[in-house]
C-alpha cells in the first residue's frame, strides 16, 4: 500500500521560501517510472497544479509560478520536496503531493494513482 504524506512548517513569513516535504511509502521513488506533483488548492477556488518530478529526476513547472518553484527529492528518504520562493499571503492555502504513472499536469483526481491528505501553510507576518 502506497502512502504520501505531507509535512512542513505550517506558517511562513511573506518574501520566505516555503519547503514542504511528501514522504512516500509502500514504494521506492525511483524503482519505476512514476510523477509525483504537487498541487494546492486556494480557498474558494479551484485546484492548481504546480509541478512535478519523475523518478529519474526531471521536472517540470506550471509556467504561471515564473520559476519561484523548485521540486527536488531525497532518495536517502524516499521524499519529494516542495520549494516555493518569495512567498505571499495568496500562497496560504493546503498543498498536496500526489502520485501518477504519467505526466499529468492537470488536478482531476482521477488521473493520480495516490494523494496525500494535504499539509495546509499559512503566510503571514
Known amino acids: 500500500q502506497v502512502e504520501l504524506r505531507e509535512s512542513g512548517p505550517g506558517l511562513v513569513n511573506p518574501s520566505q521560501t516555503l519547503s514542504l516535504t511528501c514522504t512516500v511509502s509502500?514504494?521506492?521513488?525511483?524503482?519505476?517510472?512514476?510523477?509525483y506533483s504537487w498541487i494546492r488548492q486556494p480557498p474558494g477556488s479551484y485546484m492548481e497544479w504546480l509541478g512535478y518530478?519523475?523518478?529519474?529526476?526531471?521536472?517540470y513547472y506550471a509556467p504561471d509560478l515564473r520559476g519561484r518553484a523548485s521540486i527536488p527529492m531525497d532518495t536517502s528518504q524516499n521524499q519529494v520536496i516542495l520549494h516555493l520562493a518569495s512567498v505571499d499571503p495568496k500562497d496560504s492555502t493546503l498543498y498536496y503531493c500526489?502520485?501518477?504513472?504519467?505526466?499529468?499536469?492537470?488536478?482531476?483526481?482521477?488521473?493520480?494513482?495516490?494523494w496525500g491528505r494535504g499539509a495546509q501553510v499559512t503566510v503571514t507576518q
Open positions: 509502500g514504494a521506492s521513488i525511483t524503482a519505476n517510472l512514476y510523477y
Open positions: 518530478i519523475d523518478s529519474r529526476g526531471n521536472t
Open positions: 500526489a502520485e501518477a504513472p504519467w505526466p499529468s499536469t492537470n488536478t482531476v483526481h482521477e488521473q493520480y494513482d495516490y
